[in-house]
């Protein structure tokens, strides 16, 4: 080998050495810039009836919810707005995120930005539908719908409609021909899109045609939540979210908010309602204390079970929505983690809004962002790989290692 050949080849072994010590130092510099992205504060102490707590003084792993919360700012987890963590009545978890809302423009997520809830909404409607049976403004689930309607005594003269109880709205069992996922929400095949653009919604949903038996088959429809809103209205003599602000949100110190109407006046109990993710987080808390909130009463703790107890089995739930049932426009889900099966209830809303509670961890998980269709349950893949694996330690507390076999 003459001398210019050693030459070059020392030089390209140089070069090499050098790009491979550059990717190296890259790789580490990202990895170290990766680890120290986040740094946690503990959540701001308000005038707004929260109890504070660290996650360390709650006992979360706090290794895991940091790495959540920079897959989250590294967008291995797309377009998140805002991710809450309660635990023992105390708010541990309050980070917020910018990103594209729902018209595509992007916008700064803080807490005192209220968000949209979109089909979330549902939840807190069947909350008030609770709320006008606890005060005797309805007699009961078992009611007949036909009842609130008398000026579509035309339509009740169907006996099979006029079976339909407000149980099988509560539940999506009412048996009306409906659909709204076959086709987008732009597409005026679908029956959610339709109905909008009618002058009376109501009768564009009650002259449907009877599809099945009412209380047996479940069917998404948004059409029998607005109906639910109208009931209470017929009831109380109160629009829902006047009704709300009486009954619902000033006892839980909830003032800033907005709920989208018709130019009519008929309240979008559908999805309109947008919240704080701190006011979103005291739903959670409430239902997680049988109806309580800081001692006081809100809505029963009867209602609170009826309403979060399967109504509809897995088998009729679409597969992509990863529910274990559906209770009064509450969807149940568990979770398997460390050989534990952890039971949930949530509000859930179009684009990855979360209200989840986990009653025997004593948690409320809350997610807001903006991701259609299969980034739809990114919050439930947080909850599975870091949230209950944060709040349940490796070990018992006796000390006894788990089973690996589980």
């Known amino acids: 080998m003459n001398a210019r050949s050693t030459t070059r080849r020392v030089l390209i072994c140089a070069l090499l050495t050098v790009v491979i010590f550059h990717v190296v130092c890259v790789q580490a510099r990202s990895f170290t810039n990766n680890v120290k992205s986040y740094q946690y504060n503990v959540p701001e102490k308000l005038n707004d009836g929260w109890e504070i707590a660290s996650l360390k003084s709650a006992r979360l792993d706090t290794d895991l919810i940091q790495e959540l919360l920079e897959r989250i700012g590294d967008n291995s987890y797309k377009n998140i707005h805002s991710v809450l963590l309660v635990k023992n009545g105390s708010l541990v978890l309050e980070e917020y995120f910018s990103g594209r809302n729902s018209e595509g423009q992007y916008q700064t997520f803080t807490r005192d930005v209220p968000q949209e809830m979109h089909s979330a909404t549902k939840s807190v409607n069947s909350i008030l539908v609770g709320?006008?049976?606890?005060?005797?403004?309805?007699?009961?689930?078992?009611?007949?719908?036909?009842?609130?309607?008398?000026e579509y005594s035309d339509i009740f003269t169907n006996k099979e409609k006029d079976a339909i109880r407000l149980k099988d709205l509560l539940s999506m069992t009412a048996g009306l021909s409906w659909d709204e996922w076959t086709y987008p929400y732009t597409d005026p095949r679908n029956d959610a899109a339709m109905m909008a653009s009618k002058a009376d919604f109501f009768r564009y949903v009650l002259e449907k045609p009877v599809a099945s038996t009412p209380g047996t088959k479940f069917?998404?429809?948004?059409?029998?939540?607005?109906?639910l809103g109208e009931i209470i209205y017929k009831a109380s003599g109160l629009r829902a979210d006047k009704f709300a602000e009486r009954y619902f949100f000033a006892p839980l110190g909830i003032t800033n908010y907005s709920w989208g109407k018709a130019p009519n006046g008929v309240v979008n109990t559908l999805g309109g309602l947008s919240l704080r993710p701190r006011d979103m987080a005291k739903i959670g808390c409430l239902f997680l204390n049988g109806g309580r909130w800081h001692g006081k009463q809100i809505v029963s703790e009867k209602w609170v079970n009826e309403s979060t107890q399967q109504e509809v089995g897995a088998g009729q739930l679409p597969t992509?929505?990863?529910?274990?049932g559906y209770g009064y426009q509450w969807w149940l889900g568990s979770f398997h983690v460390r050989g534990q099966v952890v039971e949930s209830y949530s509000a859930r809303g179009r684009g990855g809004q979360f209200i989840i509670v986990f009653p025997t961890l004593q948690v409320v998980a809350v997610f807001t962002?903006?991701?259609?269709?299969e980034l739809l349950g990114?919050?439930?893949?947080?909850?599975?790989?870091?949230?209950?694996?944060?709040?349940?330690?490796?070990?018992?507390?006796t000390a006894k290692p788990m089973n690996q076999n589980q």
């Open 131 to 150: 709320i006008a049976i606890d005060r005797h403004l309805i007699r009961g689930v078992d009611e007949r719908i036909s009842s609130f309607f008398p």
């Open 219 to 227: 069917v998404y429809n948004s059409g029998i939540s607005l109906i």
């Open 320 to 324: 992509s929505f990863s529910a274990d």
């Open 369 to 373: 962002g903006w991701n259609d269709n």
């Open 378 to 397: 990114q919050p439930l893949d947080m909850v599975q790989r870091y949230i209950i694996p944060a709040v349940i330690p490796q070990v018992t507390d």
